[in-house]
């Protein structure tokens, strides 16, 4: 394993699997709903969302049914408007911080729909979708916030041009669409504890530093 792939302060932490597109020993649950990035896309972009189903409702099976596209629309009144969607993430971290993949990294996950970054249309395109299991008002667990800073710090050392302050809520590419992942998360804590596993204190600074002890 390309140790550059590792995270930095030893420990076993996330890597990418020979594939480059895969965590390495990290549950796979392959959705089909995904197809190529367009030929020329540069990955810069990782986005965050929240989802619960039933909204509110931890612990259930439903969103992985979600993503596979065996949903039961009968299991609950809401579910009847989004069991024909074909929509997925790259991954979902669940609230004991379990983190699950649905889609290969360098593949185009349908988690953004219709969605705009700076200039860009399209954010699919070009970024890497992550689900929390939560919701928009209820704050979100430290070993959620663990998991994705950790995965943040791999897909930035993989990808480089991501860059911590380009990590950004649904709510931000989609705004009056989309809310999550809601007022309950904390931006401040994931861009810290990204910076800190990439060995900058500085949200936004150089990378490469000296690690934290
Ligand atoms: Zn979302």
């Not at 930095?8 to 594939?19: F, I, M, R, V, Y």
């Not at 390495?24 to 189903?53: K, M, Y």
Request: glycine fraction near 10%.
């Amino acid at each position: 394993m390309d140790e550059s792939v590792r995270e930095a302060g030893g420990g076993p932490g996330l890597a990418l699997d020979e594939t480059g597109a895969w965590l390495d020993g990290v549950r796979r649950v392959p959705s089909p709903n995904f197809d190529a990035r367009p030929a020329d896309a540069v990955i810069d972009l990782v986005v965050v969302h929240g989802i619960s189903l039933p909204p509110g409702h931890f612990g259930t099976p439903h969103v992985e049914a979600l993503f596979c596209n065996r949903l039961d629309p009968g299991a609950d009144p809401c579910f009847a408007s989004i069991a024909s969607l074909r929509v997925s993430a790259h991954a979902v971290i669940t609230r004991d911080g379990a983190i699950t993949q649905y889609v290969p990294f360098t593949m185009r996950a349908w988690h953004a729909g219709v969605s705009r970054f700076q200039d860009r249309e399209r954010c699919n395109d070009f970024s890497i979708g992550i689900e929390l299991e939560g919701c928009d008002d209820v704050p979100y667990t430290t070993p959620q916030y663990r998991s994705l800073s950790r995965l943040c710090a791999l897909l930035i050392r993989r990808w480089p041009a991501i860059d911590v302050n380009r990590i950004v809520g649904h709510c931000d590419i989609a705004p009056g669409r989309k809310t999550d992942p809601g007022p309950a998360f904390d931006w401040i804590r994931l861009r810290a504890e990204v910076s800190r596993r990439l060995g900058d204190s500085r949200p936004g600074g150089r990378r490469g530093g000296p690690t934290d002890p």
